[in-house]
């Protein structure tokens, strides 16, 4: 599958994997497409896990449809922003 294939080219682990495969697909696309560490990462999986969990939070915060989460700043659907 995707996700394994994805796992290997970055040497993840069995947890990264199922946490990969616990997000929808629309988030699971997104992480495998804008995963680039780079090539001097040394943790590289404490680096997707914490990517893995931006992207989610992103998607989860915005509803359906959206990835970026720069315009979200207006407060609409926006849980504990920063101010």
């Keep these: 599958s995707d996700i394994m294939e994805f796992i290997e080219k970055f040497g993840l682990d069995e947890e990264c994997m199922m946490q990969l495969k616990q997000q929808s697909p629309s988030v699971a696309r997104d992480v495998m497409s804008s995963f680039q560490p780079k090539p001097e990462t ?11 969990r931006s992207v989610s939070n992103a998607h ?21 922003s920063a101010r």
Excluded: A, I
């Design 42 to 52: 040394e943790n590289v999986r404490s680096l997707f896990l914490s990517f893995l």
């Design 60 to 80: 989860s915060g915005k509803g359906k449809g959206g990835f970026k989460g720069k315009d979200g700043k207006d407060g609409k659907g926006f849980k504990g």
